[in-house]
C-alpha cells in the first residue's frame, strides 16, 4: 500500500502518544508536501530535543541547562515547594499562573504492581531539600490515584518532621490526571488546598 521509506515514516509516527493510524498516514503524507527545508528543521529538532534536554539537577524538572529557569528564578518563593509526579503536571500548574513557590518533581509514583518503589523516584533529593533549607510549606500535588495516594502519604510522611505538608484539594474524580484539569479548576484546587494529618 505504502512505498517502503513512507511506510516507516507512518510506522514511527504511529508510535506517538495519541497518534493512531490514520492520523500516522495524514501527518506522513504532510510531511512529504513540505518543502525539504521544513522537514530537515523538524528532523533537527527532534535530535536537539532530545540530546539537548536533561533534567534539573535541583527539582528534577525538564531543563536544557544544569538548573531549569524556575529554579534559578529569584522571583519564585523559596518557602514554598510543591511535589508533583512528573514535568507535564508542572507546565499545568505554571499554566494556571497562580503559584509563585518551587517545585520539586518525582518522576513517577510509587507503584509496587509495576515495580517501581521510592528509591527509583526523586525523593532522597527532596528530602535532602526540605530537611537542608528553611521552606515553610510543601505543598503535594498529586493525582488522586492508588498509585497517588501511597506516593503522596509516603512522601508526607518523610517530610513532617521539617515543614508543614499539606495537599492541593481536588475537585477531580478519582485518579483523574492533574493534566486534564482546566487552569481554572487545577487553581482553586491549589487555593483550596489542606494540611495533611
Ligand atoms: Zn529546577
Known sequence: MYTRPLARLI??????????PKTAQRLALHILKRPKEE??????????????????????????DPVC?????????????????DSRDLIALEKTREYKGKYHVLGGLISPIDGIGPEQLNIQALVRRVSQQSIQEVIM???????????T????????PFTKVTRIAFGLPMGGDLEYADE??????????????
Open 184 to 197: 481554572v479548576t487545577l487553581a482553586r484546587a491549589l487555593e483550596g488546598r489542606r494540611e495533611l494529618e
Open 11 to 20: 510506522e514511527h509516527l504511529q508510535h506517538l502518544p495519541g497518534v493512531g
Open 39 to 64: 522537514v530537515a528543521a523538524l528532523a533537527q529538532a527532534l535530535l536537539d530535543a532530545k540530546q539537548q534536554v536533561g533534567h534539573c539537577s535541583v527539582c528534577g524538572h525538564l531543563s536544557a
Open 141 to 151: 500535588a498529586i493525582s488522586p490515584s492508588v498509585e497517588g495516594e501511597t506516593t
Open 153 to 160: 502519604l509516603y512522601v508526607a510522611h518523610l517530610l513532617k
Open 69 to 85: 529557569e524556575i529554579c534559578s528564578s529569584p522571583k519564585r518563593d523559596d518557602r514554598l515547594l510543591c511535589v508533583v509526579e
